[in-house]
Every structure is written in structure tokens, then in C-alpha cells.
């Protein structure tokens, strides 16, 4: 192994997931460019991760050749381009870091890829993370606390609690998941009008979620409050997202610090679900939080470059 440094410090942070890819150009900690891409893995065709990166990377590489490249997320996965072995918890920078997978691409850039975190969770389950923990070691950064517990919204949303600077017991709620499954692929959302935002309706199903009754009679509800004309055709989702986001939250304790890592259009919705339980939820950037986990990496892994 050697040690290589960068003339001008440039490299690329990489958030590359199941349906999403983002990167950012990076001069040491200070981000230069973004870019979004609906090219997740499942958009990859037949394991052409090489060719499919330097294609989305390919303004930024031919203006300043081969920079490096730090990648996380599901790339890193069974079906991702290099399977990096998950870290058990607790688990920080260090961990991470040393568990990197570092290999050059086919046109020379130096790179690597984030192991994810696996762990225990609600009574006692098995769980792993893929791209969460560099958002997790970015929001102490960013919002220093010895101890805090911090919900990362999404498909599979999570709850981990972090000690210290390290990933400690988490849990995943399928939040976004149910969500796109019960409105697209069942009664609940058959023959639909388009959509609206409607708070009223959201809150409702934040409310209802409260009563602790079982989950899978809970959602029905959806169809029989449409029915009875209590909830509009068009605000269906409205309700089904308050339903769910506020049964995930029905989990959460009320004496913690509790950040909410994500965007502000879905922070704004946890916050909403969250009034009624009594829980305050602190806003954390999601975008900030992955850059800073990641800018903490990139020295560590310089070290390790082949």
C-alpha cells in the first residue's frame, strides 16, 4: 500500500443506492458540485457499474482527470458492484475506515467503497445499514452531543442511537416501502384521482396510529374512511403517510434528543407526526450530514489507497 495525495485536494463523494445515485465534487471539505441521477443498481445494466460511473462522472473527469472516488450506499451490497463485508456495532470512523474495500477503476481512479453496520435492534432482531452510517458519523459533526438518537427517513427507515461517536443499537422501520406498496399495489390505493397534500388528512392518520391497535387493521381504515366520505378520494396518501410515519414513531422514547436526518420536505412531515406524541424532533440536513461523514473518511482512507 502507499500513501498518495492529490495536488489540488478534488476527489468525489459518492451516495449510490437501489434507485438513486448522487455525488458530489469535492475540494477537501468544501463541496463544489452535486449531481442526482434516477441510476440506482437497479438501473445497471448487466453489472456495468464501471462503465455506468464514469459515464455520470464523466464532465467532472474531463475537466480534472482522474480524481478520487468515495463511494456508500447499496453499492457495496450482494448486488452492488464490490460486496464489502458488513462491521458489527458499536462502530465509528475508524471501523469504517479500515473496512473499506479499495480497488482503482478502469480509467485510474483511486477508490472505495463503505462498509455498511449490522447489528441488534427491537427485541432482539438482526439488522444492517448501508449508507446510513456516513450520514450517522456526519450528524456529530455537524450538531456535537455525547449521546443522541437519530431517525434516517426513507425506504427503510432507521432509529439508532449514537454514543460517542459510534453507531450503537438501531432499528428499521419499512416506512417508505409499505407506503409505495399500499398505494400502488393494493385495495387502499386501487382507482385513485391524482393526489393532493392535505395536512388535515395527514395528521388524522398520525393520530390514528396512536390508539396502539394492530398495524395490519389500522391501514384499513384507509379504505373504510374513504368510503364513508370522511377522508377525500384525493387525500388517500395524505392519510396512509401520516398513518405510517406516526406508527413508526409510536416507537421512539420521550426522554431522548432525537434528530430527524433527511430533507426538509420530509423532516417537515416527521415533525408534523411527531407534535402529537410529544416528541420534538431536531432537523439535520441530510446532504450535509453524508458530506461531513464522508469528508472525516477520506483522510483515513488515503492511507489504504492500491
Known amino acids: 500500500m502507499i500513501c498518495i495525495t492529490w495536488m489540488n485536494n478534488n476527489w468525489i463523494a459518492i451516495d449510490w443506492g437501489t434507485t438513486n445515485f448522487r455525488a458530489?465534487?469535492?475540494?477537501?471539505?468544501?463541496?463544489?458540485?452535486?449531481?442526482?441521477?434516477?441510476?440506482?443498481?437497479l438501473a445497471v445494466e448487466k453489472n456495468r457499474f464501471a462503465d455506468t460511473l464514469k459515464t455520470l462522472l464523466q464532465p467532472w473527469l474531463a475537466d480534472q482527470g482522474a480524481l478520487p472516488v468515495v463511494m456508500a450506499?447499496?453499492?457495496?451490497?450482494?448486488?452492488?458492484?464490490?460486496?464489502?463485508?458488513?462491521?458489527?456495532?458499536?462502530c465509528g470512523l475508524k471501523?469504517?475506515?479500515?473496512?473499506?474495500?479499495a480497488f482503482t477503476t478502469d480509467?485510474?481512479?483511486?477508490?472505495?467503497?463503505?462498509?455498511?453496520?449490522?447489528?441488534?435492534?427491537?427485541?432482539?432482531?438482526?439488522?444492517?445499514?448501508?449508507?446510513?452510517?456516513?450520514?450517522?458519523?456526519?450528524?456529530?459533526?455537524?450538531?456535537p452531543a455525547a449521546q443522541c438518537l437519530a431517525i434516517l427517513p426513507g425506504t427503510h427507515s432507521k432509529h439508532v442511537q449514537l454514543n460517542h461517536r459510534e453507531i450503537g443499537r438501531f432499528s428499521t422501520f419499512m416506512t417508505g416501502e409499505l407506503f409505495s406498496l399500499l398505494s400502488r399495489h393494493s385495495i387502499l390505493g386501487n382507482a385513485l384521482p391524482e393526489q393532493q397534500e392535505d395536512a388535515?388528512?395527514?395528521?388524522?392518520?398520525?393520530?390514528?396510529?396512536?390508539?396502539?391497535?394492530?398495524?395490519?387493521?389500522l391501514i384499513f381504515s384507509a379504505r373504510t374512511r374513504r368510503l364513508s366520505g370522511e377522508i377525500a378520494a384525493a387525500n388517500i396518501h395524505s392519510y396512509l403517510s401520516g398513518l405510517?410515519?406516526?406508527?413508526?414513531?409510536?416507537?421512539?422514547?420521550?426522554?431522548?434528543?432525537?434528530?430527524?436526518?433527511?430533507?426538509?420536505?420530509?423532516?417537515?412531515?416527521?415533525?408534523?407526526?411527531?407534535?402529537?406524541?410529544?416528541?420534538s424532533l431536531r432537523a439535520a440536513d441530510g446532504d450535509s450530514c453524508f458530506i461531513n461523514g464522508l469528508s472525516q473518511l477520506y483522510p483515513l482512507l488515503q492511507g489504504t489507497a492500491q
Not at 24 to 41: A, D, K
Not at 95 to 101: E, P, V
Open 107 to 143: 480509467w485510474g481512479s483511486p477508490a472505495w467503497i463503505i462498509p455498511g453496520v449490522r447489528g441488534q435492534g427491537l427485541a432482539q432482531q438482526p439488522e444492517v445499514m448501508r449508507g446510513e452510517e456516513v450520514q450517522l458519523l456526519g450528524l456529530p459533526r455537524l450538531h
Open 244 to 279: 405510517l410515519i406516526g406508527y413508526e414513531l409510536h416507537a421512539l422514547p420521550t426522554h431522548q434528543s432525537i434528530w430527524v436526518v433527511a430533507s426538509p420536505s420530509l423532516i417537515a412531515r416527521y415533525q408534523m407526526a411527531a407534535e402529537p406524541l410529544g416528541l
Open 95 to 101: 471501523s469504517l475506515a479500515a473496512g473499506a474495500m
Open 24 to 41: 458530489f465534487l469535492m475540494r477537501g471539505e468544501q463541496c463544489l458540485s452535486t449531481l442526482s441521477r434516477p441510476c440506482g443498481l
Open 200 to 217: 388535515q388528512a395527514f395528521m388524522l392518520g398520525a393520530n390514528t396510529a396512536r390508539t396502539g391497535a394492530p398495524f395490519s387493521h
Open 73 to 90: 450506499g447499496m453499492v457495496g451490497s450482494q448486488q452492488g458492484w464490490h460486496e464489502v463485508a458488513y462491521l458489527p456495532q458499536p
